[in-house]
């Protein structure tokens, strides 16, 4: 199974979100990850479903939309009305997870189950059946920019061996403070996957950023 990029415009020019999806996509990423924060479970608020309608025709590739909210409930059918392929919820988040789960793929997307780096890793396992991708944050929720987390890392392999016990073909996303030396970690791990910010955004050779985490999954 090859690797995936999901990139970020958390930390891109919002200003000009439409030249940053077309940056991506021509440099080779595979999904753009939207961070949708509501300033209850983060500090921050970023994106809504209207943003995310509105850029959706600027880009073929999957909009891959995490929700770091409070309580997505409400929200899974706007964003998936909107045009998103994946939409991920928090294990931490205030709601019925299971429901929400099915919710999303009844809408006919991708359910993604995320979790924070203080929450045991366990507790995604009674829903892999429910979910295509669980999402790793290895980062605290609400910034880009941060140091990854390398405790990440056993979650990595407790997800891949109980998907293995379970004969799931699951994703493992992972999320915050991957370049191309956090990328061959996580990848060696079992995540196939990676969500990229500030490394591409930072870098002054974006193409070649984004190659260099393609040949850490190579
Ligand atoms: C953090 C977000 C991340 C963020 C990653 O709350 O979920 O998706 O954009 O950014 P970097 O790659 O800078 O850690
Ligand atoms: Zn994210």
Known sequence: MGVLISSSILNSDLANLEQELRRAEDAGADMIHIDVMDGVFTDSITFG????????????????THLMVNDPTK????????????????????????ACLKLIRGLG?????????????K????????????????????????????????????????????????????????NDKTAALIFEAGANIAVVGTFLLGSDDY?????SIRIAGS
Do not use: W
């Open 49 to 64: 479903d209207y943003v995310v309608g509105n850029l959706r025709p600027h880009a073929a590739i999957p909009f891959d």
């Open 75 to 98: 929200l899974i059918p706007l964003f998936a009305k909107a045009g998103s392929d994946i939409i991920t919820i928090h294990e931490e988040s205030r709601c019925d997870v299971a």
């Open 109 to 121: 997307k991708k359910a993604g189950i995320s979790i924070n780096p203080e929450t045991d890793v």
């Open 123 to 178: 507790r995604v396992f009674p829903y892999l059946e429910l979910c295509d991708t669980v999402l790793i944050m290895s980062v605290k929720p609400g910034a880009g920019g941060q140091a990854f987390q390398n405790e990440s890392i056993n979650k990595i392999k407790a997800v891949r061996s109980e998907a293995d016990r379970l004969g799931l073909k699951l994703d493992i996303s992972v999320d915050g403070g991957i």
């Open 207 to 211: 193409i070649g950023a984004m190659l």
